[in-house]
Structures are given as structure tokens and as C-alpha cells.
């Protein structure tokens, strides 16, 4: 399927992610904190990353300007899973460059969606 990176500072949430991911068929990538993250993307180059916002180290803003910033990582598609449901936070993480936006608590089958979405997407704009 996928190669995706976890960037996720909650070792519950990781590790849940983790396992359904894995499940779905994909290869995970885990990172406890967004400078790790950054690291894990330069060093592994994901086809997605889902990342946590609030973190130590960098903070989830960060990762994607980083990301994006770097030719090797800006065309992983990017995805923001967080607690911070906040209109001027979702508006804010698209506007810097997130491709999707989700909430905590979320539904498996929804996140399932989303990311076959993302990577049917991605894999469509690199052919293309």
C-alpha cells in the first residue's frame, strides 16, 4: 500500500495509529515528536504523513514548513490529526499547506477514507 509517517507525541495514540494503519496494509513510520518527525520524513520519504499539532520540539505548524520547504519531502501529501477543532486553526494549517485536516476523536472509517483520498490524490498528481 503506503509508506505513512506518524509524527504523534501521545505513545497511546501512536501506537493505535500504528496498529490500524499496519492492519490496513500499510508500512509505518512513527516519530514521538516533530523534530524526530522532520527527521523520519528526510530520512524515509513517506508517501503521507499524518501529524499531531501541539508537540515538544516543533510543533506541527513547523513540520509542514519544513516539509514543504525541503525539494525531497514538499510533494508528501500531509495531513494534520489533532485535538484543536478551532476554525482559525483547520483555515491556518490548509492555508500553510496541509492537504487534509482532521480532528480527535476520529473515526477509523472516516480516517480510512481520508486516506485513501490523499494518497489516490497524490499518486495522481505525480503521474500526472
Do not use: W
Not at 499496519?22 to 503521507?48: D, K, M, S
Not at 486516506?115 to 499518486?123: H, N, Q
Amino acid at each position: 500500500m503506503a509508506k505513512i509517517l506518524v509524527v504523534e507525541d501521545e505513545n497511546d495514540i501512536r501506537n493505535n495509529l500504528r496498529r490500524f494503519l499496519q492492519l490496513e496494509g500499510h508500512e509505518v513510520i512513527e516519530a514521538e515528536n516533530g523534530r524526530r518527525g522532520v527527521e523520519q520524513a528526510l530520512a524515509q520519504l513517506p508517501e503521507l504523513i499524518i501529524c499531531d499539532l501541539m508537540m515538544p520540539e516543533l510543533d506541527g505548524f513547523a513540520v509542514l514548513r519544513e516539509v514543504r520547504g525541503n525539494p525531497l519531502t514538499r510533494h508528501i501529501a500531509f495531513c494534520f490529526l489533532t485535538a484543536s477543532a478551532e476554525k482559525d486553526t483547520r483555515y491556518e494549517g490548509l492555508a500553510q499547506g496541509a492537504d487534509e485536516y482532521m480532528t480527535k476523536p476520529f473515526n477509523l472509517a472516516e480516517l480510512r477514507e481520508l486516506i485513501t483520498r490523499m494518497l489516490m490524490r497524490r499518486r495522481g498528481a505525480v503521474a500526472g
